[in-house]
């Protein structure tokens, strides 16, 4: 079992930065990629940026440029710097992890991001 903890996110106008932090404990030994997912209201969960145990990254088009995530493995957290915000960043943002051989998610229980216009 892991479980995540997110911090940060709130409100923010467009064009400005918010981090977000989450923080695994528990099984944390067998996680494998760590990363950050958001659901607009109306819309589907969707990827947002994924790192790899050994720091590959990967991100959503939508956020290349803008967003940076990171990983500090002797800390065990995730972290998501999220700049140049629009109004259409905002949704709520679920730290997501998988772990083992078989590669079991887990969810953070999500922070809500509001950009205004």
């Known amino acids: 079992q892991v479980q995540l903890v997110e911090s940060g996110g709130g409100l923010v106008q467009a064009g400005g930065s918010l981090g977000l932090s989450c923080a695994a404990s528990g099984s944390i030994s067998r996680i494998n990629s760590m990363g950050w997912y958001r659901q607009a209201p109306g819309k589907q969960r969707e990827l947002v940026a994924v790192?790899?145990?050994?720091?590959?990254?990967n991100y959503a088009d939508s956020v290349k440029g803008r967003f940076t995530i990171s990983r500090d493995n002797a800390k065990n957290t995730v972290s998501l710097q999220m700049n140049s915000l629009k109004p259409e960043d905002t949704a709520v943002y679920y730290c997501n992890c998988n772990t083992g051989v078989f590669r079991r998610e887990y969810w953070g229980q999500g922070t809500q991001v509001t950009v205004s216009s």
């Open positions: 790192i790899t145990g050994a720091g590959f990254t």
